[in-house]
C-alpha cells in the first residue's frame, strides 16, 4: 500500500507561482510513475502532469508547470508558474506501478485558487 498525502496549496494572485507536495509513505516511490491531476468545480478530474521514465504535461500547462520527485525524501512536487485563474482546482497527485493502466494510489487533494 502507498499513501499519499498532497499540501502546497492556497489562494494566490494570478501570475504568482506555487510549488505542490507529494508526501509518499508504504513504499518507495522510486517504483512508481507519478501523475498529477486537477479537478475544476463541475469539470471531470483531468490529467495535468506525469513522471516515469520521462515526463510530459496536459497542453494547458506546458512551459508553466513543472514535474519532479525527490526519491530520497519519498516525494513529487508540482511547480506551478505564472498561474492563471482558470488553474484553480483541487489538485491530486496519484501513483502506479509501471506497467500498469490504471492508477494504483491516489492523494486526498489539496486545494488551488488563483484569483484574477
Known amino acids: 500500500q502507498v499513501q499519499l498525502v498532497e499540501s502546497g496549496g492556497g489562494l494566490v494572485q494570478a501570475g504568482d507561482s506555487l510549488r505542490l507536495s507529494c508526501a509518499a509513505s508504504g513504499r518507495p516511490l522510486s517504483g512508481f510513475s507519478m501523475g498529477w491531476f486537477r479537478q475544476a468545480p463541475g469539470k471531470e478530474r483531468e490529467f495535468v502532469a506525469f513522471?516515469?521514465?520521462?515526463?510530459y504535461y496536459a497542453d494547458s500547462v506546458k512551459g508553466r508547470f513543472t514535474i519532479s520527485r525527490d526519491n530520497a525524501k519519498n516525494t513529487v512536487y508540482l511547480q506551478m508558474n505564472s498561474l492563471k485563474p482558470e488553474d484553480t482546482a483541487v489538485y491530486f497527485c496519484a501513483a502506479k506501478t509501471t506497467h500498469s493502466s490504471n492508477w494504483n494510489y491516489w492523494g486526498q487533494g489539496t486545494q488551488v485558487t488563483v484569483s484574477s
Open positions: 513522471s516515469g521514465s520521462s515526463a
